[in-house]
């Protein structure tokens, strides 16, 4: 009998995209998705450990699964990604009900695991290797790239996709986590970057997003040959059939002058570049050990705002980092009321064990104090961002329609192949636009003309009159308003069935 899949998906792209690769595995194999957790043969959490949050969020899952499971015994659960590396052995103590461990550099390993377990052959842990106690190469041979073939089915739509460029990260910033669960930096290969845009290309993709810890320090070396980042681009700009490419997340001191160039010169790449600051203090920084200053970073957007005035810049900031005093959160204060972010990602700090604050620096600031600062910070970002939408009312863009608004979505609109509905899409510089339009043209690129503006999204009417509803509705647009989320933080129950179609 066919078996059922279900799988939750918290934290950042990358784990969107294992997500659908674990996915197009088991579909591969047989299985189908569930509609639920309560009909499924298995039940996986691809995690995050990146703030303790997550992790919670994951703990209390995997205390509401433990009914379904002593009801059905032959029930699969799955712990998959960050916090399995991390936690290892620790979450099989803290549920013992959870059958497979598995770390993200070994998802390849999923399917045969699964069928293990089935079989009854008990429970399974399959981690890479810790980053001390071994040679660079071994830890890197341990963390296995999982790129297998796509399956256009498993993504959130059809006509978008990430593709990975690299896994890991090697910069060690003092507070972060990633390092560590996701291994040494390894580049994939740029001929199987392309070739996986083509294929993407051919069923029906039309935007790639390239996702990288650290994806501006993309490097390949072959036979003397170096593609960087800006390289990497040129050979995916060229791809036929391709509109847009975007790529996250940047980082400050790798944000090179053939880079920026490339943004500007090459027609399909989104003006938009997430490169976060974290601080506005170069103490702080030093503390994070994010190996820049603030005077570098200013020069670095300088120079983006320069060759790329119309670009979008995003941050992420951490508040409430071990040792912040007022003076310190000041600066980045200041720096989000001068810099001009579109937006900014803002989180309290997280001790992450295993990391290098978690060892040496206290988690002095205060819960309440973080809590203030997060909310003085977003509420400073939010003034800017809505000055800086405001500016977009009475121009034109190009938006590739993505789907149902949150609104229609919410209300389960289902207007019909031709029913108008209020869409949602973005920009190139990735600002989010809702009109209303026919549902035919999600996954198409629709010119619209703004109107109104909030501080998180725009709202418009499609040019030249081709949606026929009034676009009113559109134009309130207070409920839309929540603080952005989209790039982290992601938590997604999978039922990709549901995705718009085209
Ligand atoms: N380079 C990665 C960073 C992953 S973590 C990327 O693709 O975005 C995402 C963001 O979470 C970081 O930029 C940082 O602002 C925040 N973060 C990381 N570790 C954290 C911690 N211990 N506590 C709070 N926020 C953290
Ligand atoms: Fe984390 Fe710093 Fe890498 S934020 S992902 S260690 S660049």
Redesign the pocket.
Known sequence: MTKRLWIETVGCQMNVLDSELVVAALRRQGWELATGSGEADAVFYNTCSVRQHAEDKIYSALGRIRFEKEKRPDLVVGVLGCMAQKDQELIRKRAPWVDLVVGPGQLHQVPTLVEGVLAGGGPRLEVSLDRKGASRDAIARSFESYDPDRDPAMRPTPFQAFIRTQTG?D???AF?V??HVRGPEQARAPETIVAEARKLVAEGCREITLIG??VNSYKWSDGGRTTRLADLLALLDAVEGLDRIKFVTN?PRDMTDDLIAAVRDLPKVCQYLHVPAQHGSDVVLSRMKRGYTIGEYMEMLGRIRTALPEAAVTSDFIVGFCGETDAEFQTSLDLVKSADFKNSFIFKYSPRPGTKAYDRLPDDVPEDVKKERNRLLLDAQEEVSLAGNRRFIGTRHQVLVEGLSTRDERRAVDPGPDGIAQLTGRTMCDRIVVFDAPTRLVGRLVDIDILAAAAWSLAGVVADGLADAEPLDSLRLSGESAEPVELHDISLPISFAEAPRV
């Open positions: 990260c910069k060690f910033c972060c990633v390092p810890q650290t980082y």
